[in-house]
């Protein structure tokens, strides 16, 4: 288990004209991560740095900081360090600053990144997972009652759902759930693939 956002969050800070905008998301790919800072980028061209920290997996080994040209370990490593003090993974947070004009000092960078980020954990939503693996189910019309209610009945999420020509679910399964492939596979006609 492991702890990890379950709904994005929003904190914000301002030193003597700068504004510093904390954005934390749930993300569990480096994809995930590439778009989010890429979106922020785009809707926050005014902005001078988009300095961000992330921590991916259960055992939090794939983890990176940026500064994004502030300088070296002013703004990165104090948002890594909330990651940290949160105790979380799969977490992106990134922190947009627009400039107000006076320079802050190491010091004061390092205080505003850490409190924009702060404040975007405590109005995010915290929560417990853990590993998952992905399915996909194919099924046909006539099971798909069975098919449905044991995934509702189940702790999974739906990633993808195509009931066009064969009905098929993409899920999100926790590894502790041994039921749910058991219950599927004891459903005539349906096919999954790991």
């Not at 739906?158 to 219950?183: A, G, R, W």
Request: hydrophobic letters at 35%; one cysteine or more.
């Amino acid at each position: 288990m492991f702890k990890t956002l379950s709904s994005t969050g929003e904190g914000f800070y301002k030193e003597k004209g700068s504004k510093f905008l904390g954005f934390a998301y749930p993300c569990s790919t480096i994809e995930e991560v590439k778009a989010h800072l890429e979106r922020l980028r785009k809707e926050n061209h005014g902005c001078v740095h988009v300095c961000y920290a992330y921590c991916l997996g259960s055992k939090k080994e794939d983890y990176r900081y940026s500064d994004d040209g502030e300088p070296s370990n002013s703004a990165g490593a104090p948002i890594y360090g909330q990651i940290k003090s949160f105790d979380l993974t799969n977490v992106l947070v990134a922190v947009v600053r627009y400039y107000g004009g006076t320079n802050l000092g190491v010091g004061g960078l390092i205080n505003a990144y850490r409190t924009a980020a702060k404040g975007a954990f405590e109005n995010a939503k915290i929560v417990e997972d853990e590993d998952r693996v992905e399915i996909e189910v194919r099924f046909t019309y006539a099971t798909m009652p069975f098919v449905m209610n044991a995934v509702k009945a189940s702790d999974c999420n739906i990633l993808e759902q195509d009931f066009e020509e064969i009905p098929k679910l993409k899920l999100s399964v926790p590894l502790s759930n041994k039921t749910l492939v058991h219950e599927l596979k004891a459903i005539k006609g349906v096919i999954i693939k790991a």
